[in-house]
């Protein structure tokens, strides 16, 4: 099994020019970075303070006060760390590492002399630390900061926040493990599995990889460990099965994707990590069977994930409400850390298919086009009137905000997208496999030479992608182009301008040939404009349809198409014509067609007639899902009824 | 406008004999008031304790203990009381009359000195009394309390109730007021409004007319009382405003019905009860205004009403989920008052038609057919493995309960359906308007004539109703008769086998002469099974439709159909045949179609696809909505997709 697997082309190693994610990525740059540090030093006026760079002042004993915030606060530096990290590989800037260094500083003068670092308990008192892993996030801050201090090694060389993190890993490490004397405990918020994968993929310290394992083999054995720990702090264990945490049973035995939905992928990422690397296949299985159970059953059209605000949770399968849903920026930025694991530990079109699905739609819909708003839940079906007065939207946002108490959703996106490059390939011995169409370069040895790759595309507004390689001497690779799900099959590939032949494996097309330098390959998938049926399973898309242009799934506006969205029907004969993107929605492209509505009601209408409502032409004009919400806040919608189906 | 009032004939001169409604009354007889006098001793095994009986017995010094329950537990044996007195008009049982007086007996034997009767202030401290109208229910238990009395002494003559009541009423009548020197409340729970009215009816004492008439005028008035009192208990008011218990602003300006929906038809009611009673048009037109607004705007097809359980609330006009709704058993019971009180100040067809809505859908959907289980909120869909994991569902259940902590509803329908019979008729002078169709006999005084009056019908079944009157000599007088909505015009009116002429007028057709004894009219309204289209404003029903036949609205039930009834579609052709009830659901019609379904999908089948699902021919069978939920628990709608709309 071992030899399927690949490995990311790394993001030193990449440099995107894509006209789609590069603006992006200079908005995080320009934009997010700057905003997010004003927001965690609290200099957001109107915005909900973070307290986070204050919590660790005051852990340093550079200032007086209380903790305040989340439990979990720490864990916004730490990712606005990572993020910074990612575009000083693609942007260096003297100025913002130097913030970056003191943020570190920072973060090391509050670090404990035994390598404990998490602020919460340094200020309330260390002799309560690791006695509440359920609720209080330790781990979870620790997995954040481990994920930033491998990143910032990466992009700088610098090793301070490297050695900090090991030494309180270290520390865990110390106190966590299978030995009798030791706490059999795990994280209560899943991250520091995978982040211990990178820290031991950086380090190469077996030790590392054996705490992840550790920490995924324990989740959910007899005795509950958050039910033990609960009665040695004299309280009663929580009651019912802990699926939030996705701790009431064994990984292994987890039939079904369960709980709160960023923890739920944050954990299979590290079992996948940690089936990869200790070849361990049953722990591989269920990681497939969860990842299928997610996105077969569990996930909005979107790529977002969680069917419900109340524990930020899944619920069952196929129940995926619109406009009552969660689908937190979170969780999808989540399901595209797990679907790149997914693809490391075996190249499946399928997984990189969800991952793009992801990114152009359920993850960047959390920001403004300005990257200055954020949206924690990504809801399918807005009517502002209604998301006001009815409390099961009370997690509802109709626009998106400056800042968030619990601010997990703007960083995570930051370190998303700063470090899109390393999502795009990944490679083994003479393999390269392009799971993403984005304009970039990189550079790397195939089949033991040194090849370079450039690709060029204005995806995903036009299907055509052109990749070219350069090298010294010919040399004999194989080129994997991901068949998109989306293209139905039906592409056209090209090397030189001529037709080339290729084979089909789990959904890419494998060029295997001897390259010449300045060949070039132009594929072009089929980019119709697509209706997409839910599955029957889902009730509350049955009759509907909702449009998808290769990667983007659509939707409407008010701001283009005025109020009673749920009125409106999509004929089967619609024609759709591309149009550019209203302004100030930026570059893209819009679709027009002639729907049709059911006419609204006059003010006085009854409420139940005998009388079937009447159908009138109406003009429609999608925009795609991840712009909803750039202009005046309004109704929008993903689906919409389906004419004679 | 005081020449159109009209009066309901009382319970004590009408005999029903009907089919449908005593076979109803006779379970409310013998199983109803027997199980709920066991649930009010906390004698029924597995059920939710009521306390109800023991916290009167401990208030009057029977019993040591303290006080259990909610704060309004005593209501719940005033509506025991109150259904008990109708049944004793239309079933004399000395021996239920003995157990009433003893209850009363117990009532009187805790009431203070001063009046005062409430018994969570008797048993915690009577200084405290009156000091939380806004949450403590004191002003609401009298309200029931005076109901209770009034019933039982137009039943059984007995005043010792009747009494105790006018004590307490008089107590309050002292303390509250607009005199400088005393409070300027009013009940936190409306219904003490329209129970003092009854009270005033009964009694003839102005002061309880004047009583009513303050607190419906001072509600929301500055300083909002709730507020003050509320910084007298050193506490903050409760933040922004009021809606939940309609007291934000006074009760002429509010211009939709808000919060609380039993609150909202309750307090309705009593303002329809003060304007009829002082000839105050603002108030009527206030009050026709919040009607329109419900029946207009807010209520189920049902008869239903209240979008969401968080705060058992109207949320805004038009927004009616199916699912995750309200429809609170009592809130029906409370539009049939309301409805009952609109017809009384002006009979037109359209108050009848939502009271029979309400009486033959949504209020007794609330009890199992036996009568022995009862529902408190009334989806109009149901997928119990959804309702079990989506939180959004936490307050509906998909069977009926043996009884609640808070209780209000099973002896709310037990005194309505006991009191069915003084729904029927209202009449003034010359004229006797005839609103519900339901086999019964009366006796009233009409043009100067003693007329007795005989309906005979099997309706909902069969749509043909004969009423015949008898006279010792001929009387003129107008006999009008409700033209329902349902029929949309079409109808038969015959006298003695004849045509007649009728004159139409707010939808009664209205048949003036001078009638002979054993003269007949047969009145056969056009019943046929009707689609049903909401409002396109309910987002929740586009695209979809309804059936009802007469009065009675129908539904899916998985016990005949299946599972995935969310996957029907109704075509516009499909013809429906009339079926006898499956069993044990009782006598009535079920109703047989061929529809569609769309093809459930296989297991594995993907969450999206592009091609539409198909649709293939499904058997259905609908049963009454009431009747749902008698038989195994399953899946349930009554909204299903329209083919070709």
């Keep these: 099994m071992s030899k399927l697997f690949t490995t990311p082309v790394p993001l030193q190693k990449v440099q995107v020019h894509d006209p789609f994610w590069k603006s ?4 995080v740059r320009t934009r997010m970075i700057p905003y997010q540090w004003r927001a965690l030093h609290d200099a957001v006026p109107g915005a909900a303070p973070s307290h986070c760079i204050r919590n660790f002042s005051i852990a340093a004993g550079l200032e007086k006060g209380r903790f305040e915030g989340y439990v979990f606060q720490d864990s916004d530096l730490a990712k606005w760390l990572e993020a910074v990290a990612y575009t000083l590989i693609w942007r260096p800037d003297a100025s913002l590492e130097q913030q970056a260094d003191e943020a570190i500083d920072l973060i090391c003068a509050a670090q404990q002399p035994d390598g404990y670092m998490d602020t919460y308990y340094i200020i309330n008192g260390l002799e309560k630390r690791f006695t509440n892993l359920r609720d209080h996030h330790e781990l979870y801050c620790l997995g954040h900061m481990v994920e930033a201090a491998v990143a910032y090694h990466a992009s700088t060389g610098k090793a301070k926040l490297l050695n900090a993190v090991c030494r309180c890993v270290d520390l865990v490490d110390s106190l966590f493990g ?3 004397e030791k706490k059999h405990g795990y994280p209560g918020h899943e991250i520091l599995e995978m982040a211990l994968i990178r820290l031991y993929e950086t380090t190469q310290q077996p030790r590392y990889l054996r705490l992840a394992q550790y920490f995924i083999n324990q989740r959910g054995q007899q005795p509950l460990y958050f039910d033990e720990e609960a009665r040695r702090r004299g309280e009663m264990p929580a009651p019912g099965p802990d699926t939030y945490r996705q701790a009431d049973i064994p990984v292994r035995e987890q039939q079904h994707a369960e709980g709160h939905a960023v923890r739920a992928v944050y954990l299979y990422s590290g079992m996948a990590d940690v089936a990869r690397l200790s070849g361990d296949d049953g722990l591989q299985d269920a990681c497939t069977r969860l990842w299928q159970d997610v996105v077969q059953r569990q996930m909005y059209v979107t790529g977002g994930i969680g069917a419900t605000g109340d524990g930020e949770a899944f619920t ?7 406009d009552t849903n969660y689908a937190e920026t979170c969780a999808s930025v989540g399901l595209v850390f797990l679907a790149q694991r997914m693809l490391r530990s075996a190249p499946k079109a399928e997984y990189a298919d969800v991952m793009e699905c992801a990114l152009y739609n359920g993850t960047i819909s959390g920001m403004t086009l300005d990257g200055e708003r954020f949206f924690y839940v990504n ?8 998301v006001a007065a009815n409390p099961n939207m009370r997690d509802i946002k109709i626009e998106r905000q400056k800042w968030f108490g619990c601010a997990c959703c703007p960083p995570n996106l930051a370190r998303l997208i700063a470090s899109l490059g390393s999502y795009l390939w990944t490679y083994r011995e003479s393999t390269l496999y392009q799971h993403l169409y984005v304009g970039a370069r990189t550079e790397l040895q195939l089949g033991g030479h040194c090849v370079q790759v450039c690709v060029e595309t204005e995806y995903p507004w036009k299907p055509a992608m052109r990749t070219s390689f350069s090298m010294d001497t010919p040399a004999a690779f194989t080129y994997a182009l991901r068949i998109p799900g989306w293209c139905s099959g039906k592409f056209t ?5 001529a037709p080339v032949s290729y084979q089909m494996q789990d959904g890419y097309a494998l060029i ?3 390259w010449q330098n300045g060949d070039s390959v132009m594929f072009v998938p089929d980019m119709p404009v697509q209706r997409l049926y839910a599955n029957p399973r889902v009730r509350d898309d049955i009759g509907k349809v909702a449009i998808r242009r290769g990667p983007v799934v659509y939707c409407l506006e008010e701001a283009d198409n005025g109020k009673g969205l749920q009125r409106v029907y999509l004929p089967t004969h619609a024609v759709f014509t591309e149009r550019p993107l209203p302004q100030p929605l930026g570059k893209g492209l819009a679709l027009a067609c002639t729907g049709l509505s059911v006419v609204e009601s006059s003010e006085n ?3 139940y007639q005998t009388t079937p409502p009447t159908l009138v032409a109406r003009d429609l004009l999608w925009i795609p899902y991840y712009a909803w919400a750039n202009r005046a806040a309004g109704e929008m919608t993903v689906w919409v009824h389906a004419m004679s189906m």
């Design 379 to 386: 809801p399918l079906e807005v009517e502002p009137e209604i």
């Design 178 to 180: 299978p030995e009798p």
């Design 605 to 607: 209408a009854p409420l």
């Design 316 to 322: 069952i399968p196929y129940d995926l409400p619109n």
């Design 493 to 497: 590939l090209a090397c030189n301008g």
């Design 512 to 514: 295997e040939r001897t």
């Design 24 to 27: 992006r990525m200079e908005i």
